[in-house]
Protein backbone atom coordinates (compact mmCIF):
# COMPACT_ATOMS: atom_id res chain seq x y z
CA UNK A 1 0.00 0.00 0.00
CA UNK A 2 1.59 3.05 -1.15
CA UNK A 3 -1.35 5.67 -1.27
CA UNK A 4 -1.48 9.09 -0.40
CA UNK A 5 -4.03 11.52 1.11
CA UNK A 6 -5.50 13.64 -1.03
CA UNK A 7 -7.27 16.51 1.00
CA UNK A 8 -8.17 17.11 4.35
CA UNK A 9 -11.47 19.30 5.38
CA UNK A 10 -12.53 20.58 8.37
CA UNK A 11 -16.33 21.07 9.66
CA UNK A 12 -18.15 22.78 12.19
CA UNK A 13 -20.77 22.15 14.70
CA UNK A 14 -22.90 22.59 12.27
CA UNK A 15 -21.68 21.22 9.07
CA UNK A 16 -20.46 23.82 7.62
CA UNK A 17 -16.66 23.42 5.98
CA UNK A 18 -14.78 25.97 7.87
CA UNK A 19 -11.35 24.54 6.05
CA UNK A 20 -10.03 22.45 3.10
CA UNK A 21 -6.50 21.54 2.38
CA UNK A 22 -5.88 19.72 -1.09
CA UNK A 23 -2.40 17.49 -1.15
CA UNK A 24 -2.61 16.51 -4.36
CA UNK A 25 -4.69 15.06 -7.49
CA UNK A 26 -8.28 16.86 -7.77
CA UNK A 27 -10.35 15.34 -4.60
CA UNK A 28 -14.03 15.71 -4.15
CA UNK A 29 -14.75 19.12 -3.11
CA UNK A 30 -15.89 19.45 0.71
CA UNK A 31 -19.38 20.30 0.20
CA UNK A 32 -19.70 17.27 -2.30
CA UNK A 33 -18.16 14.86 0.30
CA UNK A 34 -20.31 15.75 3.46
CA UNK A 35 -23.67 14.61 1.91
CA UNK A 36 -21.94 11.59 0.83
CA UNK A 37 -20.99 11.08 4.40
CA UNK A 38 -23.98 11.81 6.05
CA UNK A 39 -25.93 8.83 4.07
CA UNK A 40 -24.45 6.69 5.91
CA UNK A 41 -26.25 5.86 9.16
CA UNK A 42 -25.34 6.66 13.00
CA UNK A 43 -22.89 5.45 14.36
CA UNK A 44 -20.56 6.13 11.25
CA UNK A 45 -17.24 4.25 11.13
CA UNK A 46 -14.07 5.56 10.86
CA UNK A 47 -13.89 4.05 7.81
CA UNK A 48 -16.05 4.64 4.89
CA UNK A 49 -16.32 3.28 1.29
CA UNK A 50 -17.55 5.50 -1.22
CA UNK A 51 -17.90 3.14 -4.60
CA UNK A 52 -20.27 5.40 -6.97
CA UNK A 53 -17.93 8.64 -7.24
CA UNK A 54 -15.12 8.95 -9.55
CA UNK A 55 -12.85 7.31 -8.70
CA UNK A 56 -14.01 5.37 -5.74
CA UNK A 57 -12.39 7.50 -2.35
CA UNK A 58 -12.04 6.43 0.90
CA UNK A 59 -13.54 8.97 3.44
CA UNK A 60 -11.24 8.62 7.26
CA UNK A 61 -13.55 10.50 10.00
CA UNK A 62 -12.95 11.74 13.56
CA UNK A 63 -14.50 13.90 15.78
CA UNK A 64 -13.37 15.72 17.82
CA UNK A 65 -14.54 19.20 20.32
CA UNK A 66 -17.66 19.03 17.96
CA UNK A 67 -15.67 19.18 15.13
CA UNK A 68 -15.35 16.78 11.91
CA UNK A 69 -12.19 15.78 10.47
CA UNK A 70 -12.42 14.24 7.22
CA UNK A 71 -9.71 12.83 5.28
CA UNK A 72 -9.95 11.30 1.83
CA UNK A 73 -7.56 9.13 -0.60
CA UNK A 74 -8.68 7.10 -4.08
CA UNK A 75 -5.80 4.72 -3.56
CA UNK A 76 -5.07 1.72 -1.23
CA UNK A 77 -3.72 3.10 1.79
CA UNK A 78 -3.14 2.27 5.45
CA UNK A 79 -6.18 2.90 7.24
CA UNK A 80 -4.61 3.35 10.67
CA UNK A 81 -1.62 5.42 9.44
CA UNK A 82 -4.78 8.21 7.96
CA UNK A 83 -6.41 7.50 11.52
CA UNK A 84 -3.24 8.05 13.37
CA UNK A 85 -2.36 11.54 11.68
CA UNK A 86 -5.85 13.20 11.48
CA UNK A 87 -5.21 12.63 15.63
CA UNK A 88 -1.67 14.31 15.22
CA UNK A 89 -3.19 17.26 13.24
CA UNK A 90 -5.68 17.44 16.12
CA UNK A 91 -2.46 17.21 18.80
CA UNK A 92 -0.28 20.00 16.47
CA UNK A 93 -3.69 22.23 16.83
CA UNK A 94 -4.22 22.21 20.41
CA UNK A 95 -0.45 22.64 20.93
CA UNK A 96 -0.59 26.09 18.74
CA UNK A 97 -4.09 26.82 18.36
CA UNK A 98 -4.53 26.10 22.54
CA UNK A 99 -7.28 23.30 23.78
CA UNK A 100 -10.00 23.00 23.10
CA UNK A 101 -9.63 23.31 19.09
CA UNK A 102 -12.53 25.43 18.14
CA UNK A 103 -14.35 26.89 14.63
CA UNK A 104 -13.34 30.31 15.59
CA UNK A 105 -9.67 29.16 16.32
CA UNK A 106 -9.09 27.97 13.13
CA UNK A 107 -10.81 30.75 11.34
CA UNK A 108 -8.75 33.08 12.82
CA UNK A 109 -5.24 31.42 12.58
CA UNK A 110 -5.61 30.34 8.98
CA UNK A 111 -1.95 30.88 8.11
CA UNK A 112 -0.73 29.06 10.98
CA UNK A 113 -2.91 26.15 10.60
CA UNK A 114 -1.88 26.10 6.75
CA UNK A 115 1.58 25.89 7.37
CA UNK A 116 0.78 23.12 9.83
CA UNK A 117 -1.21 21.00 7.30
CA UNK A 118 1.50 21.71 4.87
CA UNK A 119 4.65 20.81 7.12
CA UNK A 120 2.93 17.16 8.15
CA UNK A 121 1.99 16.44 5.18
CA UNK A 122 4.21 16.75 1.67
CA UNK A 123 2.13 16.06 -1.62
CA UNK A 124 -0.20 13.68 0.17
CA UNK A 125 2.53 11.76 2.17
CA UNK A 126 3.41 11.95 5.81
CA UNK A 127 6.07 14.13 7.03
CA UNK A 128 6.59 15.79 10.38
CA UNK A 129 4.25 15.25 12.80
CA UNK A 130 5.87 16.00 16.23
CA UNK A 131 4.77 19.33 17.94
CA UNK A 132 8.33 20.01 18.64
CA UNK A 133 10.18 19.87 15.33
CA UNK A 134 6.87 21.56 14.24
CA UNK A 135 7.88 24.71 16.44
CA UNK A 136 10.97 25.06 14.63
CA UNK A 137 9.63 25.51 10.59
CA UNK A 138 6.09 27.05 11.66
CA UNK A 139 6.08 30.29 12.39
CA UNK A 140 3.80 31.69 14.58
CA UNK A 141 3.27 35.90 15.35
CA UNK A 142 3.13 37.10 18.19
CA UNK A 143 0.19 39.42 19.21
CA UNK A 144 2.38 42.37 19.40
CA UNK A 145 3.38 41.66 15.63
CA UNK A 146 -0.29 41.21 14.84
CA UNK A 147 -1.11 44.43 16.40
CA UNK A 148 2.04 46.56 14.56
CA UNK A 149 1.09 44.35 11.09
CA UNK A 150 3.83 45.67 8.74
CA UNK A 151 5.20 48.51 10.36
CA UNK A 152 9.15 48.05 9.79
CA UNK A 153 10.47 48.83 13.09
CA UNK A 154 14.60 49.46 14.04
CA UNK A 155 16.28 46.00 14.54
CA UNK A 156 13.75 44.04 12.83
CA UNK A 157 15.50 42.18 9.66
CA UNK A 158 13.70 39.73 6.93
CA UNK A 159 16.72 37.68 8.04
CA UNK A 160 14.80 37.29 11.33
CA UNK A 161 12.50 34.78 9.55
CA UNK A 162 15.00 32.36 8.60
CA UNK A 163 16.18 31.90 11.72
CA UNK A 164 14.42 29.04 13.26
CA UNK A 165 15.49 26.87 10.08
CA UNK A 166 18.74 27.86 10.69
CA UNK A 167 18.74 26.87 14.58
CA UNK A 168 16.91 23.08 13.06
CA UNK A 169 20.16 22.70 10.83
CA UNK A 170 22.36 23.03 13.68
CA UNK A 171 20.27 21.13 16.38
CA UNK A 172 20.41 17.56 17.12
CA UNK A 173 19.02 14.53 15.25
CA UNK A 174 16.00 14.38 17.97
CA UNK A 175 13.32 15.62 15.88
CA UNK A 176 10.68 15.58 18.64
CA UNK A 177 12.66 18.20 21.18
CA UNK A 178 13.09 22.15 20.21
CA UNK A 179 16.51 23.24 20.25
CA UNK A 180 18.15 25.41 22.77
CA UNK A 181 15.61 24.79 25.45
CA UNK A 182 15.60 27.09 28.64
CA UNK A 183 13.74 27.11 31.33
CA UNK A 184 13.34 29.30 34.94
CA UNK A 185 11.97 26.72 36.58
CA UNK A 186 12.72 22.82 36.16
CA UNK A 187 10.08 20.74 36.49
CA UNK A 188 9.21 16.70 35.74
CA UNK A 189 5.46 15.97 36.20
CA UNK A 190 4.01 12.64 35.42
CA UNK A 191 0.21 11.57 35.30
CA UNK A 192 -1.18 7.90 34.90
CA UNK A 193 -4.90 8.04 33.64
CA UNK A 194 -6.41 4.53 33.54
CA UNK A 195 -9.95 3.86 31.79
CA UNK A 196 -11.98 1.05 33.34
CA UNK A 197 -14.64 -1.35 31.78
CA UNK A 198 -15.73 -3.97 33.37
CA UNK A 199 -18.98 -5.99 32.77
CA UNK A 200 -20.66 -7.51 35.30
CA UNK A 201 -23.03 -10.26 35.50
CA UNK A 202 -26.72 -10.14 37.03
CA UNK A 203 -24.86 -11.82 39.90
CA UNK A 204 -22.04 -9.61 40.40
CA UNK A 205 -19.70 -11.60 38.99
CA UNK A 206 -17.51 -10.09 36.27
CA UNK A 207 -17.03 -11.22 33.34
CA UNK A 208 -15.04 -8.84 31.81
CA UNK A 209 -12.55 -6.22 33.42
CA UNK A 210 -9.86 -4.63 31.51
CA UNK A 211 -8.04 -0.89 32.58
CA UNK A 212 -6.75 1.10 29.70
CA UNK A 213 -3.83 3.25 30.91
CA UNK A 214 -1.79 6.20 29.95
CA UNK A 215 1.22 7.90 31.07
CA UNK A 216 1.60 11.50 29.99
CA UNK A 217 4.76 13.15 31.16
CA UNK A 218 5.09 16.90 31.28
CA UNK A 219 9.36 18.12 30.64
CA UNK A 220 9.94 21.97 31.40
CA UNK A 221 14.11 20.95 31.78
CA UNK A 222 16.50 23.12 30.25
CA UNK A 223 18.96 21.39 27.58
CA UNK A 224 18.84 17.99 26.98
CA UNK A 225 17.68 15.60 29.93
CA UNK A 226 18.20 11.83 29.94
CA UNK A 227 15.59 10.76 32.09
CA UNK A 228 14.99 7.16 34.00
CA UNK A 229 11.59 6.19 35.14
CA UNK A 230 11.09 3.34 36.49
CA UNK A 231 7.76 1.74 36.72
CA UNK A 232 6.34 -1.31 39.63
CA UNK A 233 3.50 -3.14 39.43
CA UNK A 234 1.52 -4.28 42.99
CA UNK A 235 4.01 -7.65 43.26
CA UNK A 236 6.99 -5.58 42.40
CA UNK A 237 8.98 -5.81 39.21
CA UNK A 238 9.48 -9.62 38.40
CA UNK A 239 6.19 -9.74 36.53
CA UNK A 240 5.60 -6.04 35.11
CA UNK A 241 5.68 -7.40 31.49
CA UNK A 242 2.84 -10.25 32.53
CA UNK A 243 0.47 -7.22 33.86
CA UNK A 244 1.42 -4.60 30.99
CA UNK A 245 -0.27 -6.32 28.19
CA UNK A 246 0.40 -4.50 24.67
CA UNK A 247 2.60 -1.40 26.01
CA UNK A 248 3.03 1.26 23.25
CA UNK A 249 5.55 4.11 23.74
CA UNK A 250 6.77 7.21 22.14
CA UNK A 251 9.43 7.34 19.88
CA UNK A 252 11.88 8.67 22.30
CA UNK A 253 11.74 5.95 24.63
CA UNK A 254 14.31 3.48 24.16
CA UNK A 255 13.23 0.04 24.04
CA UNK A 256 16.39 -1.87 24.30
CA UNK A 257 16.39 -0.96 27.50
CA UNK A 258 12.51 -1.72 28.16
CA UNK A 259 12.83 -5.32 26.97
CA UNK A 260 16.15 -5.64 29.03
CA UNK A 261 14.92 -4.09 31.83
CA UNK A 262 10.58 -4.23 31.91
CA UNK A 263 10.00 -1.57 34.39
CA UNK A 264 12.68 0.87 33.36
CA UNK A 265 11.60 3.99 30.79
CA UNK A 266 15.35 5.61 29.78
CA UNK A 267 14.07 8.75 27.35
CA UNK A 268 15.31 12.18 26.17
CA UNK A 269 11.50 13.96 26.46
CA UNK A 270 10.00 16.45 24.16
CA UNK A 271 9.75 19.61 25.85
CA UNK A 272 6.44 20.25 27.12
CA UNK A 273 3.52 17.78 27.93
CA UNK A 274 3.11 14.33 25.67
CA UNK A 275 1.94 10.76 25.44
CA UNK A 276 4.70 8.99 27.34
CA UNK A 277 3.65 5.24 26.95
CA UNK A 278 0.28 3.66 27.21
CA UNK A 279 -0.43 -0.13 28.33
CA UNK A 280 -3.50 -2.69 28.85
CA UNK A 281 -4.47 -4.39 31.97
CA UNK A 282 -6.29 -7.37 32.76
CA UNK A 283 -7.85 -7.42 36.04
CA UNK A 284 -9.89 -10.58 36.44
CA UNK A 285 -7.35 -12.37 38.89
CA UNK A 286 -7.68 -15.55 37.16
CA UNK A 287 -6.52 -17.85 33.98
CA UNK A 288 -7.61 -20.23 32.20
CA UNK A 289 -11.05 -19.09 32.09
CA UNK A 290 -11.32 -20.56 35.26
CA UNK A 291 -13.02 -17.70 37.21
CA UNK A 292 -14.15 -19.58 40.70
CA UNK A 293 -16.21 -17.64 42.95
CA UNK A 294 -15.45 -13.87 42.09
CA UNK A 295 -17.44 -11.36 42.53
CA UNK A 296 -17.05 -7.19 42.24
CA UNK A 297 -15.91 -7.30 45.48
CA UNK A 298 -12.61 -9.66 44.22
CA UNK A 299 -11.79 -6.09 41.67
CA UNK A 300 -12.20 -4.26 44.55
CA UNK A 301 -13.67 -1.32 42.35
CA UNK A 302 -14.36 1.59 44.43
CA UNK A 303 -18.13 1.24 43.77
CA UNK A 304 -20.40 -1.38 43.70
CA UNK A 305 -23.85 -1.90 41.78
CA UNK A 306 -26.79 -4.09 42.11
CA UNK A 307 -30.14 -4.10 39.85
CA UNK A 308 -33.32 -5.60 41.22
CA UNK A 309 -36.10 -5.70 38.76
CA UNK A 310 -39.55 -6.78 39.08
CA UNK A 311 -40.06 -5.35 42.45
CA UNK A 312 -43.76 -4.78 44.20
CA UNK A 313 -47.48 -6.07 43.68
CA UNK A 314 -47.68 -5.79 39.77
CA UNK A 315 -43.21 -5.99 39.12
CA UNK A 316 -43.44 -2.05 37.70
CA UNK A 317 -40.89 -1.36 40.30
CA UNK A 318 -36.61 -1.48 39.95
CA UNK A 319 -34.21 -0.74 42.40
CA UNK A 320 -30.63 0.56 42.00
CA UNK A 321 -28.29 0.00 44.80
CA UNK A 322 -24.49 1.42 45.24
CA UNK A 323 -22.22 0.58 47.68
CA UNK A 324 -19.09 2.81 48.05
CA UNK A 325 -16.26 0.75 49.52
CA UNK A 326 -14.02 2.99 51.92
CA UNK A 327 -11.59 0.93 51.60
CA UNK A 328 -10.27 -0.68 48.32
CA UNK A 329 -7.51 -1.38 46.04
CA UNK A 330 -4.07 -3.69 46.66
CA UNK A 331 -2.05 -2.20 49.37
CA UNK A 332 1.21 -0.31 48.24
CA UNK A 333 4.14 1.15 49.44
CA UNK A 334 4.08 5.42 48.97
CA UNK A 335 6.19 6.61 46.27
CA UNK A 336 10.11 6.54 46.84
CA UNK A 337 12.44 8.66 44.99
CA UNK A 338 10.19 11.99 43.42
CA UNK A 339 8.22 14.25 45.60
CA UNK A 340 4.58 13.69 44.86
CA UNK A 341 1.79 15.97 43.47
CA UNK A 342 -0.55 13.57 43.84
CA UNK A 343 -0.44 9.83 45.08
CA UNK A 344 0.28 6.35 44.34
CA UNK A 345 -2.13 3.63 43.86
CA UNK A 346 -2.26 1.70 47.26
CA UNK A 347 -4.85 0.25 49.32
CA UNK A 348 -6.54 3.41 50.75
CA UNK A 349 -9.56 4.73 52.62
CA UNK A 350 -11.32 7.77 51.76
CA UNK A 351 -11.47 10.24 54.88
CA UNK A 352 -7.98 11.19 55.28
CA UNK A 353 -7.13 14.43 55.22
CA UNK A 354 -5.31 15.04 51.97
CA UNK A 355 -7.96 14.06 49.77
CA UNK A 356 -7.09 13.14 46.16
CA UNK A 357 -3.52 11.55 47.40
CA UNK A 358 -1.86 8.20 47.73
CA UNK A 359 -3.27 7.79 51.33
CA UNK A 360 -6.81 9.17 50.98
CA UNK A 361 -8.34 8.59 47.59
CA UNK A 362 -10.85 11.09 46.42
CA UNK A 363 -14.28 9.61 44.50
CA UNK A 364 -15.87 11.66 42.74
CA UNK A 365 -18.21 12.80 39.88
CA UNK A 366 -20.53 9.65 40.53
CA UNK A 367 -23.60 9.30 38.00
CA UNK A 368 -25.11 5.77 37.08
CA UNK A 369 -27.23 5.97 33.92
CA UNK A 370 -29.92 3.25 33.30
CA UNK A 371 -31.09 2.90 30.32
CA UNK A 372 -34.65 1.65 29.84
CA UNK A 373 -36.87 0.14 26.63
CA UNK A 374 -38.83 2.12 24.10
CA UNK A 375 -41.84 0.91 25.56
CA UNK A 376 -41.62 3.31 28.50
CA UNK A 377 -43.80 5.72 28.22
CA UNK A 378 -42.16 7.80 31.95
CA UNK A 379 -41.28 6.80 35.28
CA UNK A 380 -44.07 7.39 38.03
CA UNK A 381 -41.88 7.59 40.78
CA UNK A 382 -38.39 8.47 41.05
CA UNK A 383 -37.07 8.14 44.37
CA UNK A 384 -32.98 8.37 45.19
CA UNK A 385 -32.10 8.23 48.80
CA UNK A 386 -29.41 10.96 47.89
CA UNK A 387 -28.27 12.87 44.76
CA UNK A 388 -31.18 14.06 41.81
CA UNK A 389 -32.23 11.51 39.52
CA UNK A 390 -33.69 12.70 35.99
CA UNK A 391 -35.42 10.54 33.77
CA UNK A 392 -35.16 12.06 29.79
CA UNK A 393 -38.55 10.29 28.23
CA UNK A 394 -37.00 11.55 24.49
CA UNK A 395 -33.77 8.82 25.18
CA UNK A 396 -35.46 7.03 27.72
CA UNK A 397 -32.18 7.47 30.20
CA UNK A 398 -32.89 7.65 33.65
CA UNK A 399 -29.46 9.78 35.22
CA UNK A 400 -28.65 9.47 38.59
CA UNK A 401 -26.05 11.90 40.28
CA UNK A 402 -24.64 11.90 43.45
CA UNK A 403 -22.95 15.08 44.58
CA UNK A 404 -19.19 14.48 45.44
CA UNK A 405 -20.32 16.06 49.33
CA UNK A 406 -22.77 13.23 50.09
CA UNK A 407 -20.13 10.66 48.85
CA UNK A 408 -17.43 12.23 51.12
CA UNK A 409 -20.05 12.21 54.07
CA UNK A 410 -19.09 8.88 55.12
CA UNK A 411 -22.56 7.11 53.34
CA UNK A 412 -21.51 3.98 52.18
CA UNK A 413 -25.24 3.19 50.78
CA UNK A 414 -27.43 4.38 48.24
CA UNK A 415 -30.49 3.10 46.75
CA UNK A 416 -33.06 4.29 43.61
CA UNK A 417 -36.41 2.94 43.41
CA UNK A 418 -38.43 3.99 40.56
CA UNK A 419 -41.52 2.51 39.04
CA UNK A 420 -42.20 2.43 35.11
CA UNK A 421 -45.69 3.15 32.95
CA UNK A 422 -45.60 1.55 29.85
CA UNK A 423 -47.68 2.48 26.86
CA UNK A 424 -51.74 3.21 26.83
CA UNK A 425 -53.73 0.69 27.33
CA UNK A 426 -56.76 0.55 25.23
CA UNK A 427 -59.52 1.19 28.19
CA UNK A 428 -56.28 4.35 28.52
CA UNK A 429 -56.98 5.39 25.12
CA UNK A 430 -58.95 8.60 26.39
CA UNK A 431 -56.82 10.41 28.97
CA UNK A 432 -59.02 12.99 29.15
CA UNK A 433 -61.84 10.88 30.43
CA UNK A 434 -64.58 12.36 27.94
CA UNK A 435 -65.83 8.96 26.87
CA UNK A 436 -65.18 9.75 23.07
CA UNK A 437 -64.98 7.02 20.28
CA UNK A 438 -66.14 4.31 22.70
CA UNK A 439 -68.67 1.88 21.89
CA UNK A 440 -71.52 1.32 24.19
CA UNK A 441 -73.70 -1.32 22.86
CA UNK A 442 -74.98 -3.61 25.77
CA UNK A 443 -75.30 -7.01 24.33
CA UNK A 444 -76.11 -8.52 28.30
CA UNK A 445 -79.17 -9.82 29.28
CA UNK A 446 -81.07 -7.62 31.74
CA UNK A 447 -81.71 -9.98 34.38
CA UNK A 448 -79.03 -12.52 36.10
CA UNK A 449 -80.23 -15.91 37.31
CA UNK A 450 -79.44 -15.29 41.21
CA UNK A 451 -77.85 -18.89 41.38
CA UNK A 452 -75.17 -17.25 39.52
CA UNK A 453 -72.30 -16.61 42.01
CA UNK A 454 -70.08 -13.99 40.40
CA UNK A 455 -67.51 -13.88 43.35
CA UNK A 456 -65.43 -16.63 42.06
CA UNK A 457 -64.68 -15.32 38.53
CA UNK A 458 -63.66 -11.81 39.96
CA UNK A 459 -61.39 -13.09 41.90
CA UNK A 460 -60.10 -15.13 38.78
CA UNK A 461 -60.44 -12.22 36.68
CA UNK A 462 -58.45 -10.09 39.08
CA UNK A 463 -55.60 -12.80 39.06
CA UNK A 464 -54.92 -12.91 35.35
CA UNK A 465 -55.50 -9.29 35.43
CA UNK A 466 -52.04 -9.34 37.83
CA UNK A 467 -50.07 -11.64 35.71
CA UNK A 468 -51.03 -10.22 32.59
CA UNK A 469 -49.27 -6.82 34.40
CA UNK A 470 -46.40 -8.95 35.51
CA UNK A 471 -45.85 -9.92 32.11
CA UNK A 472 -46.24 -6.53 30.45
CA UNK A 473 -44.15 -5.02 33.13
CA UNK A 474 -41.11 -7.41 33.19
CA UNK A 475 -40.68 -6.11 29.26
CA UNK A 476 -40.03 -2.69 30.90
CA UNK A 477 -37.37 -3.22 33.17
CA UNK A 478 -34.24 -2.21 32.13
CA UNK A 479 -31.44 -4.79 30.70
CA UNK A 480 -28.29 -3.07 32.19
CA UNK A 481 -26.92 -0.30 34.22
CA UNK A 482 -23.94 1.68 33.89
CA UNK A 483 -21.76 3.87 36.52
CA UNK A 484 -19.31 6.45 35.64
CA UNK A 485 -16.73 7.97 38.36
CA UNK A 486 -13.25 9.51 38.98
CA UNK A 487 -11.13 8.31 41.39
CA UNK A 488 -8.07 10.62 42.02
CA UNK A 489 -4.78 9.18 44.29
CA UNK A 490 -5.89 5.53 43.10
CA UNK A 491 -5.34 3.12 40.21
CA UNK A 492 -6.95 -0.70 39.35
CA UNK A 493 -4.01 -1.89 38.32
CA UNK A 494 -2.13 -1.37 40.91
CA UNK A 495 1.09 0.12 38.65
CA UNK A 496 2.72 2.90 40.17
CA UNK A 497 5.98 5.53 39.13
CA UNK A 498 8.90 4.12 42.14
CA UNK A 499 10.71 7.09 41.02
CA UNK A 500 11.46 9.80 38.48
CA UNK A 501 16.00 10.16 37.88
CA UNK A 502 18.04 11.87 35.75
CA UNK A 503 21.40 11.04 34.52
CA UNK A 504 23.70 13.68 35.31
CA UNK A 505 26.46 11.87 32.60
CA UNK A 506 24.15 12.11 29.74
CA UNK A 507 22.09 15.31 30.00
CA UNK A 508 23.39 17.81 28.51
CA UNK A 509 22.94 21.80 28.96
CA UNK A 510 21.20 21.25 32.33
CA UNK A 511 23.59 22.87 34.81
CA UNK A 512 25.38 21.65 37.63
CA UNK A 513 23.28 21.80 40.82
CA UNK A 514 19.82 21.77 39.72
CA UNK A 515 17.63 19.55 40.58
CA UNK A 516 13.93 19.67 39.10
CA UNK A 517 10.71 19.56 40.89
CA UNK A 518 9.23 16.07 40.44
CA UNK A 519 5.88 15.04 40.79
CA UNK A 520 3.59 12.18 39.94
CA UNK A 521 -0.35 12.01 39.59
CA UNK A 522 -2.98 8.64 39.83
CA UNK A 523 -6.52 8.76 38.74
CA UNK A 524 -9.02 5.92 37.50
CA UNK A 525 -12.15 6.88 35.33
CA UNK A 526 -14.83 5.25 34.38
CA UNK A 527 -17.08 6.90 31.52
CA UNK A 528 -19.92 4.59 31.90
CA UNK A 529 -17.26 1.51 31.98
CA UNK A 530 -18.33 0.09 34.94
CA UNK A 531 -21.66 -1.98 33.59
CA UNK A 532 -23.99 -4.64 35.11
CA UNK A 533 -26.76 -6.94 33.12
CA UNK A 534 -30.06 -7.25 34.64
Not at 126 to 134: C, K, M, S, V
Not at 301 to 327: A, H, W, Y
Not at 345 to 374: C, E, K, M, N
Amino acid sequence: MNGVIEALHIYDEHNRAILSHTYTSRPLSATHLLPLYLQHPAPRPNLIYLPNTNPPTLVFSLTHANLLYLATSSSEIEPLLVLEFLHRVIDALEEFLGAPVLAHKIEANYDVVAQLLTEMCDAGTINTTEPNALRDVVEVEGLLGKLLGSINLPGKSPSNTNTPSLIAQNAPALPWRRANVRHTSNELYADVVETLSVTLAPSGRPIAAFANGTIAFTSKVSGVPDILLNLTGPSGKHNLRSVMELPVFHPCVRLNRWKDNPGELSFIPPDGRFILAGYEVDLLPFTNGKSGNLNSNSLRLPVNIEVKTGLGSTGSDFEVRLNINRNFGPTSSSISGSSSRGGGPGGRSFGAPHPGSATAPLLQDLIVSVPLPSEVRNLLDIRPSKGDATFNPTDKQLEWVIPTKELSAGTSYFGLRCTVQGPLEEQDEDPNGFGFGRDYTYDEPYQNNADEKPGNNEGSSETEKDAKKIAQNKILMPSSASVSFSVKGWLSSGIKIESILIDPRRSRGLGEGVKPYKGVKYLTVSKGGVEIRC
